[in-house]
Every structure is written in C-alpha cells, then in structure tokens.
C-alpha cells in the first residue's frame, strides 16, 4: 500500500512537519539536572487530593533543580469537562502554595511551550499520527460499537485476552481503496497504532518510585485518534510530553497498566520516553483495614474539604512532605523553624505502597503549627476563614477584635500550653463560648448536684467574686465554698466516704464553669475570667441562676 498516500487521504490539511514542531519547541535551556515536570489534570471540576499530592512531588523537583513545572490541561474527554473548571484547578492550586511556572492560564496560556490546553493542540497530534501512517504504523479503523462488543463477546467465550488485536484486528488489512470508499461515504472512523508487539514479551522500565519494573509487552491496536481527530490520552501525553521537554512524568500508579502502550508509543516515534513517577493510592485506615480513598464516601478526597476545614497551606505542605519522604519528619524535627523549601526532596525516599492518609496525624500538626503562630496571625487567618465561610462569626471577630485575640490566647502561655485550635471550622466552634452572640449552654450541670445547692452555689460564688483576685485567692474562695456546702475539698476523700460529701471540688468548679463557659471543659476558668472583666463573669452567673 502506498502509505504516504494514505496519510494525504486521512489528512489532507496537515501541512506542518513534525520537524517543523521540533523547531518551534526545541530543548529547553536550563541547568544540567533540572527537572521539567508538570500536572495534566483533568478539568471536571473536581480538585482531587492525588491533583495536590502530585503537584507538590512536582513542584518540589522542578524548583529544587532550577527546573519548570507547568500545568497542562488535559481535555480530550467532553463528556466530563465543567465549565470554569480551569479557574477551579487554578485557584486550588495556586491556594495550596503550587505555583506554576507556564501553563493554562483561566483564559489563555502562559509560556512558550503551549498551548497547555490538549484539545488546542489537534493539529500537532494530527501530524505526528499523519507521519505514522506514513510509516504504515497507524492505520484508519471502521469498527462500529457493536462489531466492538462482538469481538469482546467472542474473545471472552474463548478466554482470550481483551482488545483489538492479531486475528480481530479486521481493519488492518483493509487495502486503499476500501479506505478511501468507507471514507467519501462518510463512515466514522478512529486512527490505530499498528503494534508490533507480543503478549509473550516483556519489557524493562526503570520507574523512579517504583523501582525496576518488568512489563508486558504491549500488544494490542490502541487508538490513538479518536473519530473526532482528538486524541486520547495515551497518544496525547506522548506527543506532550515529548515537545514540552518533559523530564519527569508523575502520575498516579492507576497509570500503570498503561504504561506498555506509553513506552510503545515512544519508540515508536523515535523519541526517549521521560523518567516515570508513578506514586502510590491514596488509602485511609477503615476500621483495622486501609482501603483507597474514595470521591464516594471520602471528603477529605476532594481539596475543596481542606478549605471549608480551614488548614494552613503550611500545616498541608508539612503532612504531605511527611508522607512523602521518609526522612522529613526527622529533618522537621531538627529544623523545627525552616522554610520547607530548604528539605532535599527526593524520589529515593518516597514509598512505593499506598500511602496512608491519616486526617489524624494531619490534625496533630495542625494543632502544632497553630500553636507556633502569634494571635495576631491566627486571629487574620481565621478572620479570611470566617468571611468565607461564616460571616455571622466574622462579623463577631470584627467587632471585637482584642477581645477574640485574647481569647485566643488563653492558656496558651503557661509552662504547659494547650493546643486547643486544630482547624478554623473547628476554632469557630470551640472559641464560640466566649461571645455572648454564640454563647449557649452546651453541657448539663453535674448531675450530683441539685438545682438548689447549684444555685446556693453560684450566688455564693459571686457574691465573693473579685475581679482582682489572684489565680490563687480566687481559688481559695472556690475551696471556701465547696467545704461550706458540705462537698470535700480533696476529691479523694470524697471517693473514700462518698456518704460523708454532696461531692467534691470537682462538682462545685463545673457548677461555675458551666455557668460561665456552658461547657464541662474548658482553658482555666480565672484566665477566661480576666479576660471577662467583672461584668461578663457576673452576668453569665446571673443567667445560670435558675429561678
Ligand atoms: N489527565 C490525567 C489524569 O487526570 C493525567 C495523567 C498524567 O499526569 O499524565 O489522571
């Protein structure tokens, strides 16, 4: 067959050469070592944990190598496109702390290597598979859906391997003219890699996480244009990857399977395939069991979570480098006030299995990262937290500005301080009490203690209240109370001859601090109360007061 005749039939108005594009995106100039990389994210709307999880591993290499990391918009698939979804990934993104240094803009592009959208890019895929039909590597193929599920019917009766292959590859042998007949009558068609490979062969592939990895050979017909000249993936990243000088491909491991058809594709258009990352699943434990996370049944899945939450960029950069590298944890610890960006990330020391994604541990450093930071800078961020999230608490935090800064403080700077604030949705809840706006009644009064000992209690309590008093005056006064009332003053006591006491301290002090925090836990009840003032501690007793 005169193949070169063929590719004219298939693409009349391709005029560019591939050298054409080799000219027009040569090799970058950058240092030795430095890593190209990029995230080609899907644009369905949704930002997934895997899409950040990615993009820092890339992030991390391009930029500790003097490198460039871009962000290519992989859109060859309509049917799960949303509209503003490139703002959406952008804006996550860019909130998350990856910044890109070319790629899709919200309404264009940035960068010589564009553009960063695939389906902008038909011509240049239409080339290269133009110049494999040339070769007579590709080839135009007729099958309907139905003839499809014919042959996947046939080939599981006959326990064969699935696809479009030897025997059931019908089209390849089609001659010219029954091309070019099946053509001018209009009948759709998809463009096919013609392989020459084996299921009985492997090959090598050295993956950077994975290690060494023996593959089968890819054997079957994959297509590479779909009947609407767009490509798909697989063919798609190929040719990307190859003009933007990619050095390092860091996907999830879902790719693997793939992967043959990948290597394939490359030696077959003469060109080194890039280094491939393929990171391990996400998983969470369920149970005893760790499972993969899912859109389905799993928030935490979706970045958008970590926002509505309210984490630091920071907190989320710190736990994921930790699950990333074995040795950042070690190194944080010895470098507790180091920028992140000065850890030697490495592909050497990222695990291979599922990476365990505990929302725990994430809290942990939350609450440490937290607690590392001034009032002033908690009070700002769970400020923009709250304008976004909660006007009715933003309002709150405005109008009373010192007040919540102090509020936020409390019991933070004692010898042992407390990590009470894990995440801004839940600094919201927890810090409610203070406001009289949010105040409410959130635990009972013990339950040992009846209405009227209760009120006995409270009126005493403030009766001898003294905003001046200090830490330890006040709690004298407490004591005074509680050995009045007939409660024992060492609950010990109490727990040896519960028939002598009503109760013991313990019950007299949540009397009080439910009354003033609504809650049986709280920071120390003489701090809360100097920040009060007089009038606040009194009023919340009044109100506890029952008639
Ligand atoms: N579009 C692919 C995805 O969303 C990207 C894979 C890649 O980075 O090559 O999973």
Request: net charge negative; glycine share 6%.
């Amino acid at each position: 067959m005169d193949y070169k005749k063929l590719a004219e039939l298939l693409f009349p108005n391709i005029t560019k050469t591939p050298e054409d594009y080799e000219r027009e995106y040569p090799e970058r100039n950058l240092p030795e070592g430095a890593v190209v990389t990029r995230i080609g994210p899907s644009p369905t709307g949704f930002v997934h944990l895997g899409n950040l999880f990615n993009a820092i591993i890339g992030e991390r290499l391009a930029h500790q190598s003097g490198g460039v990391i871009f962000m290519r918009i992989e859109d060859t698939d309509t049917k799960r496109e949303v509209p503003g979804a490139v703002k959406i990934l952008i804006d996550a993104m860019t909130q998350f702390g990856v910044f890109f240094d070319e790629g899709a803009t919200v309404d264009g592009d940035n960068g010589s290597y564009g553009p960063y959208r695939q389906r902008q890019r038909k011509d240049i895929y239409q080339c290269f598979a133009k110049q494999l039909v040339e070769k007579g590597m590709a080839y135009p193929c007729f099958c309907t859906e139905e003839e499809l599920e014919q042959m996947r019917e046939h080939q599981k009766e006959n326990k064969q391997n699935f696809g479009y292959y030897g025997e059931y590859a019908k089209c390849r042998d089609l001659t010219y003219e029954q091309i070019e007949e099946k053509i001018s009558s209009g009948i759709p068609y998809v463009l096919r890699y013609k392989s020459e490979g084996c299921s009985e062969n492997s090959v090598k592939v050295y993956d950077a996480i994975k290690g060494d990895l023996e593959i089968q050979e890819n054997y079957i017909d994959l297509v590479m244009l779909k009947s609407d000249g767009i490509p798909t993936y697989h063919f798609a990243h190929v040719i990307d990857d190859h003009l933007m000088r990619t050095t390092h491909v860091i996907r999830g491991e879902e790719w693997l399977p793939s992967l043959p058809m990948h290597v394939q594709m490359f030696d077959a258009m003469g060109w080194e395939h890039p280094l491939y990352c393929h990171t391990a699943q996400l998983m969470k434990m369920d149970g005893t069991s760790k499972r993969k996370l899912s859109k389905r049944k799993d928030p935490e899945l979706g970045l958008e979570y970590y926002d509505s939450e309210g984490y630091l960029v920071e907190t989320i950069w710190n736990y994921m480098l930790t699950i990333l590298n074995s040795n950042y944890e070690e190194w944080r610890m010895a470098n507790p006030d180091a920028a992140y960006t000065e850890f030697k990330f490495s592909l050497e020391k990222m695990g291979s299995a599922g990476v365990l994604f505990d929302l725990q541990k994430l809290n942990n450093i939350s609450k440490e990262m937290i607690a590392s930071k001034d009032a002033e800078f908690i009070y700002g961020e769970l400020l923009s937290w709250a304008h976004k999230y909660d006007e009715e608490f933003a309002q709150i935090l405005e109008a009373n500005k010192d007040f919540a800064k102090g509020a936020i403080n409390v019991g933070r700077n004692g010898a042992k301080p407390r990590y009470d604030l894990v995440t801004w949705k839940q600094s919201r809840e927890f810090l409610s009490f203070y406001f009289d706006e949010l105040f409410k009644r959130e635990d009972e009064f013990p339950e040992n203690v009846d209405k009227d000992t209760r009120n006995t209690i409270l009126t005493k309590y403030i009766e001898g209240f003294d905003i001046n008093d200090d830490q330890e005056t006040w709690f004298g006064k407490v004591r005074a109370i509680t050995e009045e009332l007939g409660f024992a003053v060492r609950p010990k006591d109490y727990k040896k001859n519960p028939e002598m006491y009503k109760g013991s301290v313990v019950d007299v002090s949540n009397v009080i601090r439910v009354a003033t925090t609504g809650r049986l836990n709280s920071p120390d009840l003489w701090e809360i109360n100097q920040l009060f003032g007089d009038e606040k501690v009194r009023n919340r007793i009044k109100k506890a007061i029952e008639k």
